[in-house]
């Protein structure tokens, strides 16, 4: 169970088996990886691993990939235009 | 690095400094007992462990006659000293002595300088000697840049009062020892008991080498030479469970430093690092009358993960009733991972961060980011203006408080 980083992924993009590469490729702690049907799937036990690089939000739409800090103001981040 | 009394001998052998007759390592009685034959004479048997207390565990015994070699060498090679097990037995000449010195080269931390040190009282410890006879200790500082010349080793014999033959022949072996130093980036070279023998010679009857752990590399050509193997660790006691445990954490994710665990018996926890940071941090937290339980050193950026087995590592150990999670200012380790890892440590425990954590002072990279988790499980933390040694001071005052 993750207790200080959550990573909230579109559902649209997480079938988009082209971009679930791309994000399991820029994670530098693994937190994406593919399953089913190349369908991207979070790892949870590496949630609290995330050093808050933004490469996720990065290679993805706007919007579309949110990384929640469990602690402190409850920040969001998230790539906008 | 430390050697073995054979090993050291070997090394002093080649820069011309007397050895008892014989003096080779037996793994078997038999062994011993060949050598024993060589000798032609009374032997002294000798355990070859890297700890002391050896004449007081049956480790050093004498013996008459070959035969008599192997029995000793058969009790000796069944011993377990301090839980070291004899690596061969030395067996040597028992030279019949007529006054024993100490000489000794080592660093002086205060000087940054190697000191040479004599004395005409050997065979018992310099520490003593230096503080119940002064006068019978000399001490000379030397260069590292400059060649080590002979009139050094004779001006600093010859201040105890030694002359003529016993000064030519002793000058000749603290020099030659202090080359030795030197040459092999050692961090201790010493000869205790140096005898002089009835007949006039000197020889030396035991000698402790250590060698600075990172010249392993440089001196790979000296330490193949005596049979050592540069990646062989040696340390004074064998690793505990406990340690064990924190080597393998380690070694289980490439990420970081979260390791090099060494136990102890005190009731305080300690999460510490930034190299010279975490042994000034130990002492502080002794100095402030603290007990800590282990030292355990953290840095280069663990991962979460690593930090959290870690910190329940430590947990578990009987009589750890909190920790401290402290360093120097770092940039290479982020404080808010590092500070994820012990709260989740913590928490898997079964226990309150607030009230587990005695004190967290970790300054540097992604602090503010670091202090937000603290805050949000009530941790004490401070920042850079808190001194390590004040932040130890707090962790041994909660200790207090219970």
């Known amino acids: ?81 | 690095m430390r050697f073995y009394e054979f090993e050291a001998k070997q090394l002093f052998s080649k820069y011309g400094i007397p050895l008892p007759a014989g003096s080779r390592v037996a793994h078997s009685p038999e062994e011993a007992a060949t050598i024993a034959e060589e000798i032609g004479g009374p032997v002294v048997l000798k355990a070859q462990v890297l700890t002391g207390g050896r004449m007081k565990a049956g480790g050093v015994l004498f013996a008459d006659t070959p035969s008599e070699a192997a029995h000793a060498a058969e009790k000796i090679l069944g011993l377990v000293i301090k839980g070291h097990v004899p690596r061969g037995v030395l067996v040597e000449a028992r030279a019949p002595v007529e006054q024993e010195y100490y000489l000794g080269v080592t660093w002086d931390g205060f000087a940054r300088l190697p000191v040479m040190v004599f004395s005409d009282m050997g065979g018992i410890d310099v520490e003593e000697v230096a503080e119940k006879h002064p006068e019978h200790i000399a001490k000379r500082h030397f260069s590292t840049i400059y060649p080590f010349s002979d009139y050094m080793a004779k001006e600093l014999i010859a201040s105890l009062g030694v002359s003529g033959t016993n000064l030519l022949r002793l000058t000749h072996i603290a020099a030659q020892l202090a080359r030795a130093f030197r040459n092999h980036s050692l961090t201790l070279a010493e000869i205790n008991p140096l005898a002089r023998l009835k007949d006039g010679r000197f020889v030396c009857l035991d000698g402790h080498v250590d060698l600075e752990d990172d010249a392993r590399e440089s001196q790979r050509q000296i330490l193949q030479e005596l049979g050592i193997d540069p990646a062989e660790k040696r340390q004074a006691r064998p690793p505990t469970e406990f340690e064990i445990r924190g080597a393998e954490i380690d070694a289980s994710d490439p990420r970081g430093v979260a390791g090099n665990v060494v136990e102890f018996d005190g009731d305080l926890g300690l999460i510490i690092g930034a190299g010279g940071g975490s042994l000034t941090l130990f002492d502080a937290i002794r100095k402030h009358g603290g007990r800590p339980a282990n030292y355990c050193e953290i840095g280069g950026n663990p991962s979460v993960a690593k930090t959290c087995a870690l910190t329940k590592l430590i947990l578990s150990k009987p009589g750890v009733k909190k920790i401290a999670v402290m360093m120097n200012v770092v940039s290479n380790t982020r404080v808010d991972l590092v500070a994820r890892g012990v709260i989740k440590g913590v928490l898997e425990c079964g226990y309150k961060p607030s009230e587990k954590i005695a004190i967290f002072r970790i300054p540097g990279s992604w602090e503010s980011e670091g202090f937000k988790i603290l805050k949000d499980y009530g941790v004490d933390y401070c920042d850079r203006t808190v001194s390590m040694y004040e932040a130890a001071g707090r962790a041994v005052a909660k200790m207090r408080e219970g």
Do not use: H, W
């Not at chain 1, 649209?12 to 799937?41: H, M």
């Open chain 1, 1 to 81: 169970m993750a207790l200080f980083i959550d990573v909230e992924v579109d559902p649209k993009v997480a079938a988009d088996s082209e971009l679930a590469r791309k994000l399991v490729e820029v994670c530098p702690v693994n937190i994406f990886a593919l399953g089913k049907q190349d369908k991207l799937e979070v790892v949870e036990k590496n949630l609290d691993e995330c050093t808050l690089c933004e490469l996720c939000l990065a290679v993805a739409a706007p919007g579309s990939v949110k990384v929640k800090k469990l602690y402190g103001e409850r920040e969001v981040l998230v790539r906008r235009e």
